[in-house]
């Protein structure tokens, strides 16, 4: 209940708060009448395209109206999917390699479904079939080939699997791609340039309807998939012996675990660009509240990741108004500390066990 309240207060506060101000009734009379989009002319069955304004608010303004509907909401529904998405991804990965450092970011997988997605939109690539899916299924296909070179390098280096050579596999993967996505936008013009590397840095800005459309199948298929898991992840937190020992089918369940997230992480790449460390520090935090059990965790992440991002995108677009700040931005400046006690923790923790 907290936590969806949470969401609800965050939405409203995204919705409310920039350089135009429009009372709360008026935003929430412009999204029912927008939502639903239909009025009763005296009969339950007879339906106009007309708009409902309801009864107790006098008429919207014309440019009030655009403002909530085409600009606000799908940057605040948008932000919201994609926190949702990266922070239960990040859980799904810490959980699958039991311990709190993995995320989307730091094992190179939003790197991967970041140069999937340059790919298509420097050299307009649509497939046939898929139309505007083309982005976000390419992304997540780079994200999970990258996921699958990660984890290859590990095998090579190390068969413990230790966190630290998978997010330095990560990090070796990352920069290689990073230098190819550096290649492809040198070939383009300034203008390409620009609108790439701005959008590498992440932001939700500038986004429509059609990207929460882009979004929200895989985000719903990629999430379902996660939620359905929760006991495979609670078992494999025990080892791969001891979830097999169980009863736990361990490689059929990594392997849905593994697309699910790579759906998540990829979907949100492709929308919004690279935004680092939600999936890092959300499933920590939620961690620590509320204990282990991917029960709780996975959807509480959903949740708060969610609320968190647009509290980041609106921190983004008013700190320096009427200028704005990409949201990759405030998540990065937020998340690294974190992420470097996390570490350190680790760290002393693994010490203070060896002595």
């Known amino acids: 209940m907290l936590s969806g309240g949470f969401v609800l207060c965050t939405t409203l506060l995204g919705l409310l708060v920039s350089s135009v101000t429009i009372p709360v009734p008026t935003i929430l009379n412009i999204t029912v009448v927008n939502t639903f989009n239909i009025i009763a002319d005296n009969t339950i069955n007879h339906i106009v395209t007309t708009p409902i304004y309801l009864d107790w608010l006098n008429d919207v303004p014309r440019n009030e109206e655009m403002i909530i509907w085409n600009i606000r909401l799908p940057r605040v529904l948008l932000a919201l999917c994609v926190g949702a998405s990266l922070a239960l991804a990040g859980a799904a990965f810490q959980g699958l390699l039991r ?39 390419v992304a997540i296909i780079s994200g999970f080939i990258t996921l699958g070179v990660v984890f290859g390098l590990v095998r090579l280096s190390s068969r413990s699997m230790a966190i630290e050579t998978i997010i330095l596999a990560g990090i070796i993967v990352s920069a290689f791609i990073g230098s190819i996505i550096s290649l492809i936008i040198s070939l383009g013009d300034r203008d390409s340039m620009t609108q790439i590397i701005y959008w590498l840095y992440g932001s939700v800005g500038m986004r429509g309807w059609s990207h929460v459309q882009l979004m929200i199948p895989f985000m719903l298929f990629g999430s379902f998939i996660l939620l359905i898991h929760y006991r495979e992840l609670n078992a494999l937190a025990l080892g791969e012996e001891a979830a097999d020992h169980i009863g736990v089918n361990v490689k059929r369940a990594k392997i849905y675990i593994l697309i699910g997230a790579s ?12 935004i680092g460390f939600v999936g890092l520090v959300i499933p920590h935090l939620v961690r ?56 350190v923790r680790e760290r002393v923790g693994r010490g203070k066990g060896i002595d």
């Open 288 to 343: 620590i509240v509320t204990g282990p059990n991917h029960r709780h965790v996975l959807p509480l992440s959903m949740l708060v990741g969610g609320a968190f991002l647009i509290l980041a995108d609106l921190v983004a677009r008013t700190i320096i108004a009427p200028k704005e700040l990409p949201i990759g931005v405030i998540t990065a400046l937020i998340g690294a500390p974190v992420f470097a006690a996390l570490l």
């Open 99 to 137: 311990n709190p450092l993995a995320d989307p970011y730091t094992i190179g997988v939003s790197s991967g479904a970041a140069l999937g997605a340059v790919f298509v939109l420097f050299f307009q690539v649509t497939i046939v079939g898929l139309g505007s899916y083309t982005l976000p299924v």
């Open 263 to 274: 759906l998540l992480t990829g979907a949100a790449v492709a929308v919004s660009g690279s």
